[in-house]
């Protein structure tokens, strides 16, 4: 009953319904962040709506997962409701759903998803399940001057660090990946180890401005390794010991910030600019919530001005975790015929590369 219920509804939606990437609605719930986004084009937001749970993992010094998932199951579907009321739509006029399927917390995840779920099903509607990464790399795409093709792009996050060479939408190769630790994860450890708050990123950005970077002097991990691979727990461990060692000594948290940072920009912007000139790429990009630190930006701009590449650096809004990222992403998915189906699950980890595994057209 049930089966032939939906798949009368989606005959009838598709013939009413031939652009499927139209207007999309975007979900995203794996991590802290409850998203919803409706963009139509995949091109333009038309609205973008973010709520934190910052401040209820703060006190714990991290991202509690139970508690986030607690919280999405409170916050996302009224984030979905003003989602569509800021884009001045009703669920009648969208078009796909688009929801990230992983990596990420699989009870947040889980939310998100059959939230989605529900939603499509009970309209009828095409959805595609969305690579987090992927998402984080179409954010370029809805900068007011997204990046030509192929171009590089450094995906910096509290679960990611990887290079991708982007080639068109969609087509997405890692060329490195961190092989323990993911930058914004470092910076959270290394601040959660001096008590500093969370989340670690914003305020050792904030406290680096203020310090001398070459005053403390810190590791550069396999800087000169000859991959574009990354590593940044021997970066934390070194900064365990500098404290240990020097416990009642007089130092600077500003000039150990911007120290620890500078170790963690020189390597990933070296990376990123070798693994450009070996591909013959002449465009950077940043994307991911590390992505907003002013002295990556910063040096990242500098390394292509000095090697006549151009750069994106988004805004901070597309380098955080957003929903507008997935229902870009979506819309070339559900305009391609890729479609989830409602047995699909989450998937918290996936293999090397981020890539979801392929789903048959429906
Ligand atoms: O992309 P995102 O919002 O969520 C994940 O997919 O992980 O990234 C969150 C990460 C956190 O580790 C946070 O500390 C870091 O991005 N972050 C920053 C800055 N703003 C956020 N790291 C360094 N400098 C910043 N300004
Ligand atoms: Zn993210």
Redesign the pocket.
Known sequence: MMWTKRWRLSVANAANNPDPGRLVLGIES??D?SAAAVVEDGRRVLSSVVASQIKDHAPFGGVVPELASRRHLENLSPVVTSALSQAQLTLDDISGVAVTQGPGLIGALLIGLNLAKALAWSRGLPMVGVS?LEG?LAALGLCQEPPPYPFMALLV????TSIFLVRGPGGQQELGSTVDDAA??A??KVAKLYGLGY????I??RMAAQGDPSVIKLPRPRMHDGTLDFSFSGLKSAVVRFREQNQGQSYRMEDLCAGFQEAVVEVLVKKTLTAAKEQGVRHLALA???A???RLRQAMAQAAGEAGFGVTLPPLEL???NAAMIAAAGCHHLRAGKRLSLEADAISRLPRGGALPGEPAA
Do not use: R
């Open positions: 794996s991590c962040e987090h984080h996050s509290g679960g990611h914004g994860e910076f959270d989340p670690g990123g914003v050792i950005d991911g919530g590390v907003a630190n002013h380098c955080t975790d």
